[in-house]
């Protein structure tokens, strides 16, 4: 059982939009504003998507945005393209403990 | 350009002891705010993570794990080294390094390495 929770999957059409939440605890996700998000399409390495909570590297596409409220996080994906199809997953420093945890992760299906 | 590289065995015994290299270039650990930490993943299942080992020698390990856990580094040969002892059937896993720039996203992963499947089988 995984630290923080997501929902096992989601899905949606090309051009709509999803979000995918990240629900932890006061002791992370709710306690700092360190929440990372990952896309890892099959086979490959996660690669980083948004960073402390809403931040976005750079080369990410601005469609990804993320934000926080509580103990949850959220990641949107707007405009969704079929290559968007992926598992994400969140992570937050957690205090106290393991440095950092991470969700069950969320396959995203493109239909 | 940054890059990461795992390397070790592919297969190990139930009760030995794991030992990976991360192998790494476009960054070095005796710079300060450069951190590298190791997570895994089992087949089908969620990202774990692991330890970190930070450029002031600090280290970190998972709460569960630490008892199995070593970290360390040679900065001489941009590699970081993990060992787990006691392996076990449940620790099969791929196994990723990944660099942290503290001053960027303290606590985020911004390059990862490409992984390394372990298999632990008698």
């Known amino acids: 059982q995984s630290a923080l929770t997501q929902p096992a999957s989601v899905s949606g059409s090309p051009g709509q939009s999803i979000t995918i939440s990240c629900t932890g605890t006061?002791?992370?996700?709710?306690?700092?504003?360190?929440v990372s998000w990952y896309q890892q399409h099959p086979g490959k390495a996660p690669k980083l998507m948004i960073y402390?909570?809403?931040n976005r590297p750079s080369g990410v596409s601005n469609r990804f945005s993320g934000s926080k409220s509580g103990n949850t996080a959220s990641l949107t994906i707007s405009g969704l393209q079929a290559e968007d199809e992926a598992d994400y997953y969140c992570?937050?420093?957690?205090?106290?403990?393991?440095?950092?945890?991470f969700g069950g992760g969320t396959k995203l299906t493109v239909l | 350009q940054v890059t990461l590289r795992e390397s070790g065995p592919a297969l190990v015994k139930p009760t030995q002891t794991l030992t990976l290299t991360c192998t790494f270039s476009?960054?070095?650990?005796?710079?300060?705010?450069?951190?590298v930490s190791w997570i895994r993943q089992p087949p089908g299942k969620a990202l774990e993570w692991l330890a970190r080992?930070?450029?002031?020698?600090?280290?970190y390990y998972s709460t569960s794990l630490k008892t199995r856990l070593t970290i360390s580094k040679d900065t001489s040969k941009n590699q970081v080294v993990l060992t787990m002892t006691n392996m076990d059937p449940v620790d099969t896993a791929t196994y990723y390094c990944?660099?942290?720039?503290?001053?960027?996203?303290?606590?985020?992963?911004?390059?990862w390495g490409q992984g390394t499947m372990v298999t632990v089988s008698s």
């Open positions: 990944a660099r942290v720039v503290v001053g960027a996203s303290r606590y985020a992963f911004d390059i």
């Open positions: 476009g960054f070095s650990l005796s710079t300060t705010g450069m951190c």
């Open positions: 080992i930070d450029w002031d020698d600090d280290k």
């Open positions: 402390e909570v809403s």
């Open positions: 006061s002791s992370d996700v709710g306690g700092y504003n360190y």
């Open positions: 992570s937050s420093y957690r205090s106290s403990s393991t440095l950092v945890v």
